[in-house]
């Protein structure tokens, strides 16, 4: 069975970033919904090192080029007009050619009270 893959709407898709994390990343309190959640402020330096901040730590990493780049795919079910049959397609919503390697533990920041 062949599954045809498209890029979305016609256009060339849109280029994404992974981040890789050493550990676990949860979330306190009730709502665990993770639609719209900011994770934390992601910046970089002048000279190219990356720090990522989530609450209060901070993490240090630096950006990778992908050997070989990873697609991001939107499935869709649907039918054959011309039969009936239930037919599937992947359209190209995104491609993964770098990632942020964070592989250090976080530092912890400390603040001055107010």
Known sequence: ???????????????????????????????????????????????GTLHLTIGYHQCEGKIQTLKKPLAVLSKTDGADPATGEPTQEYKVVGVVREKYLFKARPRALISKPK
């Open 1 to 47: 069975m062949l599954i045809p893959i498209h890029p979305a709407d016609g256009a060339s898709p849109a280029v994404w970033a992974m981040i890789e994390l050493q550990g676990k990343l949860e979330r306190n309190g009730e709502n665990k919904d993770t639609v719209g959640f900011d994770v934390g402020t992601l910046t970089t330096s002048s000279t």
